[in-house]
């Protein structure tokens, strides 16, 4: 009988004590919904440059102006700054489907023209 009495209370301790453990990760931790993801698809990306060279004068078309190393460079370099604690940044090659994940793909194209076309 006090080998039973034993086991129960180890058995309810160790309970409590996941509980106890599990509720505190839960406040302390963050949450599936606390996190967001942030991609550049490359895809998309040359989908809006091919656009905009479309409406470009005859003479104008290049991608990126002709400064695709530049442009590269700033693709990788500009999206860190959109990342911190919860955001995480992701590059890929195409879109990316999910909860709490969006596509920053636009807002970069439009940066990265706008330096390309201060020089």
Same mark, same amino acid.
């Given at each position: =009988?006090? !080998? ?5 209370? /180890? @058995?309810?301790? #160790?309970? =409590? ?8 990760? +839960?406040?302390?931790? /963050?949450?599936? *919904?606390?996190? $967001? !993801? ?8 040359m989908?809006?440059?091919?656009? +905009?060279?479309? *409406?470009? $004068?005859?003479?104008? +078309? ?5 400064? !695709?190393?530049?442009? #590269? *460079? ?7 700054s959109?990342? *911190?604690?919860?955001?995480?940044? #992701?590059?890929? =090659?195409?879109?990316? &489907?999910? &909860?709490?994940?969006r596509?920053?793909?636009?807002? @970069?194209?439009?940066? @990265? @023209? ?6």
């Amino acid at each position: =009988m006090e !080998i039973a009495k034993k086991i129960l209370v /180890l @058995i309810t301790a #160790v309970t =409590m004590g996941a509980c106890f453990g599990f509720t505190i990760a +839960r406040q302390l931790g /963050l949450s599936s *919904n606390d996190w $967001h !993801i942030l991609y550049v698809a490359e895809d998309e990306l040359m989908s809006l440059e091919k656009d +905009r060279v479309k *409406n470009e $004068h005859l003479e104008d +078309r290049q991608l990126f102006f002709g400064q !695709i190393d530049k442009a #590269v *460079n700033l693709a990788v370099s500009l999206p860190k700054s959109y990342q *911190n604690s919860t955001t995480k940044v #992701v590059y890929s =090659m195409s879109s990316v &489907k999910g &909860k709490n994940v969006r596509s920053i793909s636009k807002e @970069i194209h439009s940066k @990265i @023209i706008e330096e390309l076309s201060k020089q």
